[in-house]
């Protein structure tokens, strides 16, 4: 279990998830080095603590999940400084959820904009509270997205969408972001994380090792399909090999609910 403390974060473990709520408040969670180098270390705890089984990103107060990044640090920044930020990120934080053996879910609460809309579209889905905005402002401030949107938006919500959003930086709301397929799911405010944690114990239930080749074969669905379809093929194998698929099984032929182990 996560012991550590942090600046910019809070965590507790809740029935196999862990709750993370970025908190920043007087920042609306923006986005700057501390928060950065706070959630990669979370990440290398969720990897390595196999109490874990998934993970619950959300945003402190009623606000904002994530506002964006600290424009004040941005300024401040040259050429080989942002492409270092930019990489840093990426690679400590951002790809690494995206690739994680467990799910990560975002419960986006306000504002998810630039470098917070990147983050929820890193995670694997996304719940939004109806007060909910995304958006990629970063052409407003003559940038691009340094966090992966202009990659992963276009796979979200297709080509044409993406380049409006990201050209434009107009913010949408939880309604348009839902129909677009941003999200999964919209709830009242007062009802998204009561909302989220009964999915997240739903997901939690379910076989560890199987959630991880899902995960591991959604991401090879991007490449040729001859090779997702291949690896496919070879999970499923794998699968039979396993205590929880015996389980499952057997329990199904017994009428009664799986109780799985990871193995």
């Given at each position: 279990?996560?012991?550590?403390?942090?600046?910019?974060?809070?965590?507790?473990?809740?029935?196999?998830?862990?709750?993370?709520?970025?908190?920043?408040?007087?920042?609306l969670n923006?986005?700057?080095?501390?928060?950065?180098?706070?959630?990669?270390?979370?990440?290398?705890?969720?990897?390595e603590d196999?109490?874990?089984?998934?993970?619950?990103?959300?945003?402190?107060?009623?606000?904002?999940?994530?506002?964006?990044?600290?424009?004040?640090?941005?300024?401040?920044?040259?050429?080989?400084?942002?492409?270092?930020?930019?990489?840093?990120?990426?690679?400590?934080?951002?790809?690494?959820?995206?690739?994680?053996?467990?799910?990560?879910?975002?419960?986006?609460?306000?504002?998810?904009?630039?470098?917070?809309?990147?983050?929820?579209?890193?995670?694997?889905?996304?719940?939004?509270?109806?007060?909910?905005?995304?958006?990629?402002?970063?052409?407003?401030?003559?940038?691009?997205?340094?966090?992966?949107?202009?990659?992963?938006?276009?796979?979200?919500?297709?080509?044409?969408?993406?380049?409006?959003?990201?050209?434009?930086?107009?913010?949408?709301?939880?309604?348009?972001?839902?129909?677009?397929?941003?999200?999964?799911?919209?709830?009242?405010?007062?009802?998204?994380?009561?909302?989220?944690?009964?999915?997240?114990?739903?997901?939690?239930?379910?076989?560890?090792?199987?959630?991880?080749?899902?995960?591991?074969?959604?991401?090879?669905?991007?490449?040729?399909?001859?090779?997702?379809?291949?690896?496919?093929?070879?999970?499923?194998?794998?699968?039979?090999?396993?205590?929880?698929?015996?389980?499952?099984?057997?329990?199904?032929?017994?009428?009664?609910?799986?109780?799985?182990?990871?193995?």
């Amino acid at each position: 279990m996560d012991t550590m403390t942090y600046q910019t974060l809070k965590t507790s473990l809740e029935d196999g998830f862990l709750l993370v709520t970025i908190h920043r408040p007087e920042k609306l969670n923006a986005l700057n080095r501390e928060l950065i180098d706070e959630l990669a270390r979370m990440i290398d705890y969720v990897y390595e603590d196999p109490e874990i089984k998934a993970v619950l990103l959300t945003g402190a107060g009623d606000k904002a999940f994530v506002a964006g990044a600290d424009i004040a640090e941005l300024s401040q920044l040259d050429s080989a400084q942002g492409e270092a930020l930019a990489r840093k990120g990426q690679e400590w934080v951002f790809d690494r959820i995206e690739q994680a053996p467990k799910p990560f879910v975002a419960a986006v609460n306000g504002f998810a904009l630039g470098g917070g809309c990147e983050l929820a579209m890193a995670c694997h889905f996304r719940y939004a509270s109806e007060q909910a905005r995304f958006g990629q402002p970063e052409v407003n401030l003559g940038l691009i997205p340094g966090y992966g949107g202009t990659q992963r938006l276009p796979r979200l919500i297709g080509r044409g969408r993406a380049l409006e959003l990201l050209m434009s930086g107009d913010m949408i709301s939880a309604d348009q972001a839902l129909a677009m397929g941003l999200v999964n799911a919209v709830f009242p405010a007062d009802e998204l994380l009561d909302e989220s944690r009964t999915r997240m114990k739903k997901l939690v239930g379910k076989s560890p090792l199987v959630l991880k080749e899902i995960l591991d074969l959604v991401r090879a669905s991007e490449g040729p399909l001859s090779q997702g379809l291949e690896s496919e093929i070879q999970a499923f194998g794998r699968c039979f090999s396993t205590e929880d698929m015996k389980e499952g099984t057997r329990a199904f032929l017994e009428k009664r609910k799986p109780l799985f182990i990871g193995k």
